[in-house]
Antibody, heavy 126, light 108 residues
Framework: EVQLVESGGGLVKPGGSLRLSCAAS????????MSWVRQTPGEGLEWVGRIKSNVDGETTDYAAPVKGRFTISREDSKNTLYLQMNSLEDEDTAVYYC?????????????????WGQGTKVTVSS | DIQMTQSPSSLSASVGDRVTITCRAS??????LNWYQQKPGKGPKLLIY???TLQSGVPSRFSGSGSGTDFTLTISSLQPEDFATYFCQQIYIAPPCSFGQGTKLAIK
């Protein structure tokens, strides 16, 4: 079964840091491009960033609101994706999902994500 | 960045109804448009990619159409399990990709 399981969410004060993890199973993780997407009740779904596969250089891209504060990394030996979040702001409060195209070229070509985790909630509040 | 506008933002319908949801892009995006279904407490589920290709395992009552700036998701005959929130997503100029604000489909 293809599965993504996020962990690491919680309550953190403004200016603080948090690291989210996403454990993957059921597909060839080292071929997959992995993304983080967050969701707030008011703003809907917002793409946070992406990391390409090792063979594609493990290049990362970030949304403007998080660039310079968030870092995406991966550990293919553990089939795990990470999101390091620093200098957290109230506006970062959201449910964070990891998602992927699973390495499927027909989905990657149109940026479609066919596997999502259940999400982990991050609350930034003093 | 490309903005995606869905309409309506919510609607109510009955089992068996035909329902259409619209997504409009702020500039042409060819067919780089995907549709997702989300139920409470769950991550989104991919329904349609490349505007009209049905994802494996998705019932054939779901269909997508459109190109350029205007796209539609149609459910031909609503089933009880279809009551959920639906999102469109574009990735024509990416990153970043962007999502519509969602359409909540409720039981009438």
């Amino acid at each position: 079964e293809v599965q993504l399981v996020e962990s690491g969410g919680g309550l953190v004060k403004p200016g603080g840091s948090l690291r989210l993890s996403c454990a993957a199973s059921g597909f060839t993780f080292n071929r997959a491009w992995m993304s983080w997407v967050r969701q707030t009740p008011g703003e809907g779904l917002e793409w946070v960033g992406r990391i390409k596969s090792n063979v594609d250089g493990e290049t990362t891209d970030y949304a403007a609101p998080v660039k310079g504060r968030f870092t995406i990394s991966r550990e293919d030996s553990k089939n795990t994706l990470y999101l390091q979040m620093n200098s957290l702001e109230d506006e970062d409060t959201a449910v964070y999902y990891c998602t992927t195209d699973g390495g499927k070229w027909e989905l990657r070509e149109v940026g479609a994500f066919d596997t999502w985790g259940q999400g982990t909630k991050v609350t930034v509040s003093s | 960045d490309i903005q995606m506008t869905q309409s309506p933002s919510s609607l109510s319908a009955s089992v068996g109804d035909r329902v259409t949801i619209t997504c409009r892009a702020s500039q042409p995006i060819s067919n780089y448009l995907n549709w997702y279904q989300q139920k409470p407490g769950k991550g989104p589920k991919l329904l349609i990619y490349a505007a009209s290709t049905l994802q494996s395992g998705v019932p054939s009552r779901f269909s997508g159409s459109g190109s350029g700036t205007d796209f539609t998701l149609t459910i031909s005959s609503l089933q009880p399990e279809d009551f959920a929130t639906y999102f469109c997503q574009q990735i024509y100029i990416a990153p970043p990709c962007s999502f519509g604000q969602g359409t909540k489909l409720a039981i009438k």
